[in-house]
């Protein structure tokens, strides 16, 4: 597998230009040929890049931009940059050329520093939710142009699901997870249709150190 990681653009219209050059040339039947890309993960990828573009064009139109069209669009940055993660990191370092390091932005990385937990917590919002599923929003406060999270941290949360109205001293907190982008999607099961999911979450390293915790949000379930 690859150890080397592109550095995919964080500002909107150095990230399109970059989608429009990496997934076609991904999507290259000889490039296919060495690359061996997994049917579904660039099934997905072509799936996103193709709402990609026409949101892309109410986005950068004054007349047509909307929060329907700024917030598809967070979503899809988070979507197609895993995709693309995930697609360069299955191809060995013995496929790529420099013609293809060039075009996906991949250098040689340097040592590592060690990271430093981040002082500060995420900010938590909830974003939208559906008959058994719900997307939250992780920010950072100290980037509010940027998506990305503290250099060397990641998102844990957790979660608790119950009756409304419990005080936050007596929610007990589990089902922890991690997330590297800037959103999740919670899934639900028909038996907790009713009842709240309370949710926070704070920065963590690799170590397991952690930032302090986040406000706690709720939703109710559908």
């Not at 150890?3 to 000889?30: G, L, M, Q, W």
């Not at 922890?176 to 999740?184: E, Q």
């Not at 919670?186 to 907790?192: K, L």
Request: glycine share 4%; aromatic share 12%.
């Amino acid at each position: 597998m690859s150890h080397n990681i592109s550095r995919i653009p964080s500002t909107d219209e150095d990230k399109n230009s970059y989608y429009i050059n990496a997934v076609p040339y991904i999507n290259e039947p000889a490039n296919q040929l060495r690359f061996k890309t997994n049917a579904i993960i660039l099934g997905t990828l072509n799936s996103n890049f193709a709402l990609w573009g026409p949101n892309w064009k109410n986005c950068s139109d004054k007349f047509l931009v909307n929060k329907i069209a700024t917030d598809l669009k967070e979503k899809l940055e988070a979507k197609l940059d895993s995709n693309i993660a995930e697609i360069l990191g299955e191809i060995p370092d013995s496929v790529l050329t420099d013609d293809d390091r060039k075009k996906f932005l991949i250098f040689e990385r340097k040592a590592a520093s060690a990271a430093v937990v981040s002082s500060i917590s995420p900010e938590i919002r909830f974003d939208s939710i559906g008959h058994l599923w719900a997307i939250v929003l992780f920010h950072n406060t100290a980037t509010p142009t940027s998506k990305e999270a503290p250099v060397g941290n990641f998102v844990f949360f957790e979660t608790f699901i119950g009756e409304a109205g419990i005080a936050d001293s007596e929610l007990v907190f589990g089902n922890g997870n991690v997330s590297f982008s800037a959103f999740h999607t919670f899934s639900f099961t028909i038996d907790q249709v009713g009842k709240t999911c309370y949710v926070r979450c704070a920065y963590q390293i690799k170590k397991g150190n952690r930032s302090p915790e986040s406000s706690i949000i709720s939703f109710v379930i559908r």
